[in-house]
Every structure is written in structure tokens, then in C-alpha cells.
């Protein structure tokens, strides 16, 4: 069983920056791919980024290219999602996922989840 804990939200004004973290226990934190989803108000989750095992391979969403990064270290069993020229559509919860499978860019290849944690972004 993965444990995976969300750290790094907040408030911020449009065209600001936040960096996210995702610290995992509980399990090989390099034998899962991982992933940043979102979930707006009265939306479904979608997703933002994703990273394979070793790290090298990043998958973006086509709303973040360019402003939004992933990456990993696997001696600290953590990732990170440094967000740029954030919107105030990218106010959402943000939340980690890990998995075993190949499917990192839908909800249900997810076997694990974090609890979330808040970004908010201001006009």
C-alpha cells in the first residue's frame, strides 16, 4: 500500500508561480509511474502531467505545455510540479497519483491517490 501526501498549495495572483510536492511511503516509489490530476468545482478530474519510473519521460497535458513541469527524485521518494503563468483556471485541487500500469493520463489507471491539496489563483 502507497501512502502519498500533497504539500505546496496555495493562494497566488495570476501570472505567479507554485511548486508542489508529493511525498510517497509505503512502498518502491520508483516502480510507479506518477501523475498530477486536477478537480475544479462541479468538474470531473482531469489530468495535468505525468512521469515515468526513471523520470525519463513527462507527458503534459495540452492546457499546461510549456508552464507546467514534472519531475521526480527517486532517493527521496517524491514529485514535484512546479506550475508557471498560472490562470485562474488552473485554480483546482490538485492531486498526486501513482501507478503500476501504463495508464497515467485517466483516473482509472490510477492505483493510488493523495488527499489533495488546494491551489487558488486570483485575477
Known amino acids: 500500500q502507497v501512502q502519498l501526501v500533497e504539500s505546496g498549495g496555495g493562494l497566488v495572483q495570476a501570472g505567479g508561480s507554485l511548486r508542489l510536492s508529493c511525498a510517497a511511503s509505503g512502498g518502491t516509489f520508483s516502480s510507479y509511474a506518477m501523475a498530477w490530476f486536477r478537480q475544479a468545482p462541479g468538474k470531473e478530474r482531469e489530468f495535468v502531467v505525468g512521469i515515468s519510473r526513471s523520470g525519463g519521460v513527462t507527458v503534459p497535458a495540452d492546457s499546461v505545455k510549456g508552464r507546467f513541469t514534472i519531475s521526480r527524485d527517486n532517493a527521496k521518494n517524491t514529485v514535484y510540479l512546479q506550475m508557471n503563468n498560472l490562470k485562474p483556471d488552473d485554480t483546482a485541487v490538485y492531486y498526486c497519483?501513482?501507478?503500476?500500469?501504463?495508464?497515467?493520463?485517466?483516473?482509472?489507471?490510477?492505483?493510488?491517490w493523495g488527499q489533495g491539496t488546494q491551489v487558488t489563483v486570483s485575477s
Open positions: 497519483g501513482a501507478t503500476s500500469s501504463t495508464i497515467w493520463t485517466r483516473s482509472e489507471g490510477i492505483h493510488y
